[in-house]
């Protein structure tokens, strides 16, 4: 039996509220493969257990491990030479990412969220070209690489099954083209050989193959409304019910996104999602910034949820998202880093200070805005919320998972701290990546002192790198030339899309997209 006790200078357990925690100075965590069983001050656990191992100095702030609620991809997109642009633009310059390693590249984000903190990701991975057997091949490589470093997973492939580039359907965008962009066109959407049968048929598969685990869950993910046929809708809400999984939806990330849903059925996306009986406390919305008061009403009595992605908004103009009305109404929110956070890079620490500060509204009224409690919990339990481990994540509590981090209490504090600064102010806002001196899944060390435990991170990122060193390839070569090519094109396509007077006083379109 694995056993060991993790000791603290303070041990925050969990919050309480929006302005409350759960704190035990010289704290301590006694875990027994990878449950926790005691949770106490030291010096009574380790007189209890004087023999077990002791991790941690007692000079650390121990915390629950962090959940990132909504992730994609490991290069980001400014790496693979896709720039911050519009939303919908930004679709048109991810063509040119690169054919890559996937179980390489998955494990170079985890790196960096184990090394912030994070011991559990949402992963919703997108489209993916080729036959159901390539399809599944490649889910299973991102798959292995989490179980390899040993962080938690909740795992969904992103299901489209129309609109694949615009807001419109694939044949008519072609058709649009002038004629020297249709043949390359095609061959791009051809690249994608597999059904909605085929991919609601992987989606089981998987589940069977993984959902025992304790590391690995599966789930459901209806990509966005616009690429999502009424077909498609109807069998993931079938499937929702059947096997009792979340699904995380892409929804409302832009003001186009809401004119699209207008468009299709006259009314707004949630409206019509919650025609397909989606709306539940099954479902979280992924951005959610163009939501109205009446869906966030909606939403919120249906007991459904809002994976925050803040660092994403702002870098892909999408908007500023109603995180203070989300938590007035009561909704469970979480934090998401999606492709990368504001830095480029996936630092959960980075992103609380980002949610902290982003919607500081003008006033007097502290309730008003978000707290330090209020983003430990969105990053902690509200994160595991929207995923199938639950309640079993996401606090330290006796009979709940082992998931934890160290930091460092002189790298905060030091040279100088006001003694009566409560402790979670002062993580939540000097806290540095620099400073986690070890993280814990399920009991077991995966990161101390600046070390991974199971994998060799400068043997991986060199495999990375010189796997990308070769040439491009022919069909990479002609992605970067349509690319290129497509973006005047849907640059027009989005420049009267909105009709304003069905969006103020929320958007103004200005005279360029």
Same mark, same amino acid.
């Given at each position: 039996?694995?056993?060991?006790?993790?000791?603290?200078?303070?041990?925050?357990?969990?919050?309480?509220?929006?302005?409350?925690?759960?704190?035990?100075?010289?704290?301590?965590?006694?875990?027994?493969?990878?449950?926790?069983?005691?949770?106490?001050?030291?010096?009574?656990?380790?007189?209890?257990?004087?023999?077990?191992?002791?991790?941690?100095?007692?000079?650390?702030?121990?915390?629950?491990?962090?959940?990132?609620?909504?992730?994609? #991809?490991?290069?980001? %997109?400014?790496? *693979?030479?896709? =720039?911050?642009?519009?939303?919908?633009?930004? !679709?048109? &310059?991810? +063509?040119?990412?690169?054919?890559?390693?996937?179980?390489?590249?998955?494990?170079?984000?985890?790196?960096?969220?184990?090394?912030?903190?994070?011991?559990?990701?949402?992963?919703?991975?997108?489209?993916?070209?080729?036959?159901?057997?390539?399809?599944?091949?490649?889910?299973?490589?991102?798959?292995?690489?989490?179980?390899?470093?040993?962080?938690?997973?909740?795992?969904?492939?992103?299901?489209?099954?129309?609109?694949?580039?615009?807001?419109?359907?694939?044949?008519?965008? #072609?058709?649009?083209? %002038?004629?020297? *962009?249709?043949? =390359?066109?095609?061959?791009?959407?051809?690249? !994608?050989? &597999?059904? +909605?049968?085929?991919?609601?048929?992987?989606?089981?598969?998987?589940?069977?193959?993984?959902?025992?685990?304790?590391?690995?869950?599966?789930?459901?993910?209806?990509?966005?409304?616009?690429?999502?046929?009424?077909?498609?809708?109807?069998?993931?809400?079938?499937?929702?019910?059947?096997?009792?999984?979340?699904?995380?939806?892409?929804?409302?990330?832009?003001?186009?996104?809401?004119?699209?849903?207008?468009?299709?059925?006259?009314?707004?996306?949630?409206?019509?999602?919650?025609?397909?009986?989606?709306?539940?406390?099954?479902?979280?919305?992924?951005?959610?910034?163009?939501?109205?008061?009446?869906?966030?009403?909606?939403?919120?009595?249906?007991?459904?949820?809002?994976?925050?992605?803040?660092?994403?908004?702002?870098?892909?103009?999408?908007?500023?998202?109603?995180?203070?009305?989300?938590?007035?109404?009561?909704?469970?929110?979480?934090?998401?880093?999606?492709?990368?956070?504001?830095?480029?890079?996936?630092?959960?620490?980075?992103?609380?200070?980002?949610?902290?500060?982003?919607?500081?509204?003008?006033?007097?009224?502290?309730?008003?805005?978000?707290?330090?409690?209020?983003?430990?919990?969105?990053?902690?339990?509200?994160?595991?919320?929207?995923?199938?481990?639950?309640?079993?994540?996401?606090?330290?509590?006796?009979?709940?998972?082992?998931?934890?981090?160290?930091?460092?209490?002189?790298?905060?504090?030091?040279?100088?701290?006001?003694?009566?600064?409560?402790?979670?102010?002062?993580?939540?806002?000097?806290?540095?990546?620099?400073?986690?001196?070890?993280?814990?899944?399920?009991?077991?060390?995966?990161?101390?002192?600046?070390?991974?435990?199971?994998?060799?991170?400068?043997?991986?990122?060199?495999?990375?790198?010189?796997?990308?060193?070769?040439?491009?390839?022919?069909?990479?070569?002609?992605?970067?030339?349509?690319?290129?090519?497509?973006?005047?094109?849907?640059?027009?396509?989005?420049?009267?899309?909105?009709?304003?007077?069905?969006?103020?006083?929320?958007?103004?379109?200005?005279?360029?997209?």
């Amino acid at each position: 039996m694995a056993t060991s006790l993790v000791r603290s200078r303070t041990l925050i357990t969990g919050v309480v509220d929006r302005f409350n925690w759960n704190q035990i100075d010289d704290g301590a965590v006694l875990q027994e493969d990878g449950v926790i069983t005691a949770i106490g001050t030291y010096a009574d656990l380790h007189a209890r257990h004087p023999t077990v191992p002791v991790i941690g100095s007692g000079e650390e702030i121990v915390l629950p491990g962090f959940v990132n609620g909504h992730h994609h #991809v490991g290069l980001t %997109p400014v790496q *693979l030479g896709s =720039p911050d642009m519009p939303l919908e633009l930004w !679709f048109i &310059t991810r +063509l040119v990412i690169r054919n890559l390693n996937l179980y390489l590249d998955t494990l170079y984000s985890a790196f960096e969220m184990i090394g912030s903190g994070i011991t559990t990701v949402q992963h919703i991975h997108g489209w993916m070209p080729g036959t159901l057997q390539e399809v599944e091949a490649k889910s299973s490589d991102v798959i292995r690489a989490y179980e390899d470093i040993g962080m938690r997973v909740s795992y969904c492939y992103a299901v489209r099954d129309q609109n694949r580039l615009v807001y419109q359907a694939d044949d008519d965008f #072609v058709a649009s083209l %002038p004629p020297e *962009l249709r043949d =390359p066109m095609k061959r791009y959407f051809e690249r !994608f050989k &597999t059904s +909605l049968d085929e991919v609601m048929g992987l989606f089981e598969t998987l589940y069977r193959k993984h959902q025992n685990k304790s590391r690995v869950k599966i789930q459901l993910a209806p990509a966005n409304l616009h690429w999502c046929s009424d077909a498609a809708l109807t069998r993931l809400s079938e499937a929702s019910k059947k096997f009792d999984v979340p699904m995380h939806m892409h929804l409302l990330e832009t003001a186009y996104q809401k004119e699209y849903a207008w468009r299709r059925g006259e009314c707004t996306a949630l409206e019509y999602i919650d025609r397909f009986d989606m709306v539940n406390e099954r479902l979280t919305l992924g951005h959610g910034v163009w939501l109205n008061e009446s869906d966030i009403d909606r939403l919120a009595s249906a007991g459904g949820c809002v994976c925050h992605n803040c660092s994403s908004n702002f870098r892909l103009r999408s908007g500023v998202a109603a995180l203070n009305v989300f938590e007035a109404k009561g909704m469970n929110t979480a934090i998401g880093l999606d492709e990368a956070g504001i830095n480029d890079d996936r630092d959960m620490l980075q992103e609380l200070r980002l949610v902290l500060r982003a919607h500081r509204v003008p006033g007097m009224v502290e309730a008003d805005v978000p707290t330090m409690a209020q983003v430990l919990r969105m990053a902690t339990t509200g994160g595991a919320k929207t995923t199938p481990y639950g309640t079993g994540i996401g606090s330290l509590e006796v009979g709940k998972a082992a998931d934890l981090s160290l930091h460092d209490w002189k790298a905060i504090a030091y040279p100088y701290l006001d003694a009566e600064t409560p402790v979670l102010d002062a993580f939540v806002q000097r806290a540095k990546a620099q400073g986690v001196k070890a993280v814990m899944c399920d009991g077991e060390i995966l990161y101390a002192d600046g070390r991974f435990t199971r994998v060799d991170k400068d043997a991986a990122l060199k495999a990375l790198h010189d796997d990308l060193a070769k040439a491009l390839s022919h069909d990479e070569v002609e992605r970067r030339h349509l690319s290129k090519a497509l973006l005047p094109h849907v640059r027009r396509f989005y420049a009267d899309y909105i009709d304003p007077s069905r969006h103020e006083p929320f958007y103004r379109p200005s005279s360029r997209v």
